[in-house]
C-alpha cells in the first residue's frame, strides 16, 4: 500500500507533483491547518505530514496521529512542532534549512535602503498629492558601517551583498571564526563594539534564552544616535517597547522589521511611528523561495517514505536501516558529548576533535561526528540538524578533526570530545557499556563514570575537606532531591568535579549560591 501525505499549508503544487511521481499518495488541503479540530479528526489516516507555518503540530495533533511516520517543515523555523513529542512517538522531524537564505537576506537589504531614503513614507506622500522634496532628505549606504548580528548562513549572504554596496561590514557572531570573517570581508568584533560603531544593525540569530532581548533600551543607549535597526530574523530579539521609544525621540532613526514577538501582528506598540516600517513576515515569500523548500521537503519526506532515507531530521541521525541497531547507542553518546561541551562553551570555537578508539572506530564515525557536531552548537544554532552541522562547521571555519584508533586503554569502545577555543581547549569523553547506555567517563583529564539525565549541576572546585557536606547541604535547603552524585578530581587538594542529577529543574537562585561557595570556579544548569 503506497503511503499517505497530507499538505496542510498552502505548498507550491510542485510538491505535490514529486510526491506523485515517487509513488506517495497526496491530499492537498492548503487551509486545513487553520481547522484545528478537523485537522485532529483525519491525521490519523497520514503517513507523512507537510507543513509551513499555518499547521500547530501540538502534543494533541501528534497523540491523535497514529499512523505518522515523518512531519516535514518547508522552511527553517520548526517553531510550530513539538520536536520532544515527536521524538517520543518515533516520527522524524525535517526542515529545508537551506531553501529561503537568499530571499531573506534580500529582504533585509531592501529594509536598509527603505530606510535610508525613507521610500514608504515618500511614496505615500507622493500618491496623495504632495510634493514634499525637502522633507525627505535620506543617506547614502556607501561608506557606512553595517553591524550584523548573526553571521551564519543568511547574514553571510547580507555581508557579501553589503561589501559590494561598499559598506564597512562588523559582525557579531560566538561561532565566526577569524579565517571566515576574512574570507567575507567583514570584521569580526564584540556586541558592545557593534552597538557602538554600527549606522545599520541587522539581526540574523535564532531566538534563544541568550539572544532574546538582545537589543533592549541599555544597548540602544550605547549605540549612535541615528542608527537604523532591522529585524527580519525572529520577533522577540528586540524589546519593541524600548524601541518605540528610542524611535519618538529619534535616538534611533528608523527601524524596518519583519518579525514581531506576537503574529499575526495586527497592532503593536510600533505600528503608526512614521519612521518604522513593517512588512508582515515576508522575507521568505518570492515565487523562487516557495519553490526551492517545496521541493525540498517533498523529495526528502518521499525519500524517507520510499526508501527510508533520512535528511535534513532534527530528531533522527542519517543512519543506514542496516547500520541502526549497532550504530544508534554510540549517536546518542556523541550527542551527549556535544551538547555537555556546548553548553559549557561560551566563546568561538576554532576546532573541534574527536577520536574514537576501539570497536567504535570502525563504525560509520560520520554519523557520530555529525551527531557531535550538531549538539555542540545546538545550544547557538537551535535549528542545526546532522546533515547541516558539518556543512555549517566548515562554513564558519571551525576545523574538524576525527582519529580512528584501535583500542588501547581498558574500555573496548571509547569516544574523546575535544574544543578549542580562543582562550582554552577543553575535552570530554564517554563510552558504552554493555547496557547501550553512554557514560562519561572523563571531563578534561579527571577520571569519573556518570549518566548524563534531564537536570544536572557542574560544578568545578578546589578539593578542599568539607566542601561536599556543605555543597550537599545546599542543595538540600534548595529542595532539590540527588538522584546520582558523581566525583572526580586531579589529587588531593587539586582540581575537582562534580557532576550531579536531581530530580527538578535547577533554578538561577541555586546557581548563584553554589557559585558562591568556597572554592567553586564554576557552577552551571546542564540539561539533556
Partial sequence: MAPRVLISDKLSKTAVQIFKDRGVEVDYQPDLGKDKEKLLEIIGNYD?????????????????????RVIGRAGIGVDNVDIPAATAKGIIVMNTPFGNSITTAEHAIAMIFALARQIPEANASTQAGKWEKNRFMGVEVTGKTLGIIGCGNIGSIVADRAVG???????????????????????????????????????HTPLIDKTRGIIDAKAIATMKDGVRIINCARGGLVVEEDLAEALKSGKVAGAGFDVFVEEPATSNILFGLPNFIATPHLGASTTEAQENVALQVAEQMADYLVKGAVSNALNMPSITAEEAP???????????????????????????KLEYEGDVAGMNVRALTAA??????????????????????????IAVEEVRREQQGAYENYIRLTIVTDKQERSVAGTVFADAKPRIIQIKGINMEAELGPHMLYVTNKDKPGFIGRFASLLGTEGLNIATFNLGRKAAGEDAIALIEVDEAISDSVIDRVSALEGVVQAKRLNF
Wanted: hydrophobic share 50%.
Fill in 48 to 68: 507523512g505530514l507537510a507543513i509551513r507555518s499555518n499547521t500547530k503540530v501540538t502534543e494533541k495533533v501528534i497523540a491523535a496521529a497514529k499512523n505518522l
Fill in 372 to 397: 557531535a557536531l550538531a549538539a555542540v552548537l545546538r545550544p547557538q544554532l537551535q535549528t542545526i540538524n546532522m546533515v547541516s552541522a558539518p556543512a555549517i562547521a566548515r562554513e564558519r571555519g
Fill in 165 to 203: 554596496l561598499k559598506m564597512r561590514v562588523i559582525a557579531f557572531d560566538p561561532f565566526l571564526s577569524d579565517e571566515r570573517a576574512l574570507d567575507l570581508g567583514v570584521e569580526k568584533v564584540e556586541l558592545d563594539a557593534l552597538f557602538r560603531r554600527s549606522d545599520f544593525i541587522t539581526l
Fill in 326 to 352: 549497532r550504530l544508534t547507542p554510540f549517536v546518542k553518546l556523541a550527542e551527549q558529548l556535544g551538547s555537555f561541551a556546548g553548553q559549557l562553551t561560551e566563546t568561538g570555537i576554532k576546532a573541534i
